[in-house]
């Protein structure tokens, strides 16, 4: 039978490098202090890293620098929503970092959420979650949610067609995307503002096609 440390680990593998989490995912596992525990003595081996208070993550590894890479933000971000069970909502220039669109390293991290207002210090980056009226909050995916923050920081006047393209290549990297996704995400965008929807049926169409991983 398993030891509870290592069904800690089973999980954290399966998931695989970049994921952050907390006792909260790991709650059928066994009772809160014995996670905390399991958590906190893997962190001390280096198998995980500890974030901060209660969160960590199964650092990113750069073979070519040979050491360990920054967390993944989005990620840190949806484990402390977890965490809470707050719905959030990725903005700005963070949306456009994940997307591809932009190659600058931002920082400072700011969601929407329906939890209150906080700011969190995470090994030198500023993860910042405001309270908000849920304008786009009721979307389900987070892909859906990616796109319609991209867009609309970017602006219906300052799209450009390559913008397009980057989208869509990050909606099918591997292949044109499955009709199944391309459905979900149109039925999950059918109410936000007209130009932006408008906009996402290019990106699916486009993603939907061969040459859209090209």
Known sequence: MKSLENKLVSK?????RGWSFSRKDFSLLGSAES????????????????????????????KWLQQ?????????AHALARKFGWSIQVTGNAALNILGISTQVPTRFIYLSDGPSRI????????????SRFTHLNLKHTQSALLVQAIEALG??????ENLAVMARYLSPQGPLP???????????????????????????????EE???
């Open 179 to 209: 009709e199944r996704q391309r459905l979900a995400i149109a039925k999950d965008t059918q109410f936000v503002t007209s130009w932006i929807q408008e906009t996402i049926t290019v990106i699916l169409n486009m993603a939907s096609k």
């Open 35 to 62: 996670i905390d525990k399991g958590l906190s003595r893997l962190a001390q081996k280096g198998t995980i890293r500890r974030l901060t208070r209660g969160l960590y993550d199964y650092p990113r590894y750069s």
């Open 12 to 16: 954290i593998y399966g998931m695989g």
């Open 68 to 76: 360990e890479l920054g967390p993944d933000m989005d990620q840190v």
């Open 212 to 214: 859209a991983v090209v």
């Open 120 to 131: 969190y210090s995470i090994l030198g980056n500023e993860l910042t979650f405001r309270k």
């Open 156 to 161: 219906q006047k300052s799209l450009t067609q």
